[in-house]
């Protein structure tokens, strides 16, 4: 017997799939930061953080970065797996430089830090191929 | 009478011997002078020749050394004329680094810098694929770095502390802040542990917020 409220399990089953839709939206953003530091022409230190946001992030994705993708989805791994390409990228995103020489009684000594600030990304896991752009 | 009319002729006869006899030594004595005269009109002409001779040389000495002089002055002039040629070159170049360096980014322009970044790989590696990469990393912070020192500036600081008239600590610090993207690497050389990476970027009016 159909009920009185009839539209009642299509607004259920809409609402679930917004919602779902949603989530995985929320789920495919990501904030990266980047930061290396180089000591008398030697590279000293290498960062890279990687997460998941927390809340909603705002903006257009800009350039974007297509991955092949065998990861089943898990962004760490494949930038891991593509760390030269993926690096090569945030360098063109842009770095902020921090450069600071001092010559003491004659002797020398430089650090050079580039860095990106926590950017938010959004990235699309396909079946073959990721897409990853940041959000500005 | 008889003897002295006698005494008479042998006196003229005398007398006639005795006028040959000087005449005799008159001409001896010429002889003798147009000999020496001559020899002295062949000396004269030999002191002439020699003197034409002198003379001769001394004008193709003359001619070698107003020669030598002319070639001198024509390598002189030569010498200032590559000095010149030389001085406007650089004064040129002088020129047109002195334009570049007050070229100023104009709007609806562009402009092109290219630098080069060194770095050294660490000495514990593993492989030598590990050293040219993070060498490889330095060499693009040190491009970026020279990048933004031609974009934005430098920034000195200096300090010096004497104390009795010596100095005892000398300090220079510089520092460099700066945003870049867009920055491309065209060539990377590794070499005996140096790796030396060019870069280039095109800066456009742009890329600058007014």
Same mark, same amino acid.
């Given at each position: 017997?159909?009920?009185?409220?009839?539209?009642?399990?299509?607004?259920?089953?809409?609402?679930?799939?917004?919602?779902?839709?949603?989530?995985?939206?929320?789920?495919?953003?990501?904030?990266?930061?980047?930061?290396?530091?180089?000591?008398?022409?030697?590279?000293?230190?290498?960062?890279?953080?990687?997460?998941?946001?927390?809340?909603?992030?705002?903006?257009?994705?800009?350039?974007?970065?297509?991955?092949?993708?065998?990861?089943?989805?898990?962004?760490?791994?494949?930038?891991?797996?593509?760390?030269?390409?993926?690096?090569?990228?945030?360098?063109?995103?842009?770095?902020?430089?921090?450069?600071?020489?001092?010559?003491?009684?004659?002797?020398?000594?430089?650090?050079?830090?580039?860095?990106?600030?926590?950017?938010?990304?959004?990235?699309?896991?396909?079946?073959?191929?990721?897409?990853?752009?940041?959000?500005? | 009478?008889?003897?002295?009319?006698?005494?008479?002729?042998?006196?003229?006869?005398?007398?006639?011997?005795?006028?040959?006899?000087?005449?005799?030594?008159? &001409?001896?004595?010429? $002889?003798?002078?147009?000999?020496?005269?001559?020899? %002295? =009109? *062949?000396? !004269?002409?030999? +002191?002439?020749? #020699?003197?034409?001779?002198?003379?001769?040389?001394?004008?193709?000495?003359?001619?070698?050394?107003?020669?030598?002089?002319?070639?001198?002055?024509?390598?002189?002039?030569?010498?200032?004329?590559?000095?010149?040629?030389?001085?406007?070159?650089?004064?040129?170049?002088?020129?047109?680094?002195?334009?570049?360096?007050?070229?100023?980014?104009?709007?609806?322009?562009?402009?092109?810098?290219?630098?080069?970044?060194?770095?050294?790989?660490?000495?514990?590696? &593993?492989?030598?694929? $590990?050293?040219?990469?993070?060498?490889?990393?330095? %060499? =693009? *912070?040190? !491009?970026?770095? +020279?990048?933004? #020192?031609?974009?934005?500036?430098?920034?000195?600081?200096?300090?010096?502390?004497?104390?009795?008239?010596?100095?005892?600590?000398?300090?220079?610090?510089?520092?460099?802040?700066?945003?870049?993207?867009?920055?491309?690497?065209?060539?990377?050389?590794?070499?005996?542990?140096?790796?030396?990476?060019?870069?280039?970027?095109?800066?456009?009016?742009?890329?600058?917020?007014?």
């Amino acid at each position: 017997m159909r009920s009185r409220d009839g539209n009642s399990n299509l607004t259920f089953r809409l609402s679930s799939i917004i919602l779902f839709c949603s989530l995985a939206l929320n789920a495919g953003e990501y904030l990266i930061s980047y930061r290396y530091m180089v000591k008398d022409a030697i590279l000293y230190n290498e960062t890279l953080h990687i997460s998941h946001a927390m809340t909603k992030c705002e903006g257009k994705p800009q350039s974007e970065l297509i991955l092949e993708n065998t990861t089943d989805g898990d962004l760490k791994k494949l930038i891991s797996q593509n760390s030269e390409e993926f690096s090569n990228y945030i360098h063109k995103l842009g770095l902020h430089i921090k450069y600071k020489e001092q010559t003491l009684n004659l002797q020398n000594t430089s650090t050079t830090i580039l860095t990106l600030k926590t950017t938010c990304f959004k990235v699309d896991f396909n079946d073959n191929f990721a897409r990853i752009a940041p959000l500005k | 009478m008889k003897y002295f009319i006698l005494l008479i002729a042998l006196l003229s006869a005398s007398s006639l011997f005795g006028a040959d006899q000087v005449q005799t030594v008159d &001409t001896k004595v010429i $002889q003798l002078t147009n000999a020496e005269l001559q020899r %002295a =009109i *062949a000396e !004269a002409n030999l +002191a002439k020749k #020699e003197a034409t001779f002198a003379q001769i040389e001394a004008m193709q000495a003359k001619a070698a050394l107003a020669r030598e002089k002319a070639d001198r002055e024509d390598e002189a002039v030569k010498i200032a004329e590559a000095a010149e040629a030389q001085a406007q070159a650089e004064a040129e170049a002088q020129a047109e680094a002195d334009a570049e360096a007050q070229d100023v980014l104009k709007e609806n322009s562009t402009m092109y810098i290219s630098v080069v970044g060194q770095g050294v790989a660490p000495m514990n590696t &593993t492989s030598p694929a $590990q050293a040219y990469a993070l060498a490889k990393r330095a %060499a =693009i *912070a040190d !491009a970026y770095r +020279a990048i933004a #020192e031609k974009v934005k500036g430098v920034r000195i600081d200096g300090q010096d502390l004497i104390k009795n008239m010596m100095v005892k600590r000398s300090t220079i610090r510089t520092s460099v802040k700066a945003m870049v993207r867009n920055a491309n690497v065209v060539e990377t050389t590794f070499k005996e542990g140096l790796c030396e990476v060019e870069m280039e970027i095109v800066i456009s009016h742009s890329d600058f917020p007014q």
